[in-house]
């Protein structure tokens, strides 16, 4: 297995119906089943899941909501969806905790790095939310903090294309797709990867973000045993 430990940061609108709000429960049941096959393969899988599902901060600030305020509801989202993703864990067979990186009990526990690592180690699934606990942060930058203090060597963004490009493929069916670059490369062509913040943390840290498809079935197994899909972005 190439990869052991590492951190899954699923977008909340991943989990919304087909114009990503509200949460589908037959996509959660999905995303379990496919972590549920990595864990069974010996992989350490700690996961972020976003709230864009339910509510986006900055979003709000264009309709009147305090950037603080919604921010913090935003946090609030992302524990909804991470609350959701556990019970289909646990529906899998999988043991499943729910952290918050601010008091949230009973819903979460209070956010311990040595209490997601231990989890991790027996076997379980560690899912943090809340963001970084503090406004202004993206869950982009929650999940490379995340990657950063529980020791994973890589961070797997899943998305719905099946790796970087050089523009949008989605508009352009000829765009170019890298199956690698580096953290630079990418910062110089101003790809839309993940924010500045988490960026720099996974450089400095040396955490290579693997961007994928996660909705084919097979996928994330697929790139901890090292097969080349998605896109990897390194410092190379």
Known sequence: M??????????????GGDDGYGIE????FYYAQEIQKAVSAGAEISVVVGGGNIFRGLRGTGQGFDRVRGDQMGMLATIINSIGLSIFLRQSGVLAEVFSSTPAEPYAKYYSR??????????GVAIIGGGTGNPFF???????????ETGSEALL???????????????????RKYSELSFDKALQENLKIMDQTAFTMCRENNIPIVVFDVNKPGNLLRILNGENIGSVVSNL
């Open 2 to 15: 190439k990869y052991k430990r590492v951190l899954l940061k699923l977008s909340g609108e991943s989990i």
């Open 138 to 148: 993206t869950t982009d930058s929650a999940s490379a903090l995340r990657a950063a």
């Open 157 to 175: 963004k899943g998305t719905r294309v099946d790796g970087v490009y050089a523009s949008d493929p989605e508009k352009n069916p000829n765009a």
């Open 114 to 123: 040595d209490a997601a690592v231990e989890l991790l180690s027996r076997g």
């Open 25 to 28: 429960s037959e996509k959660l």
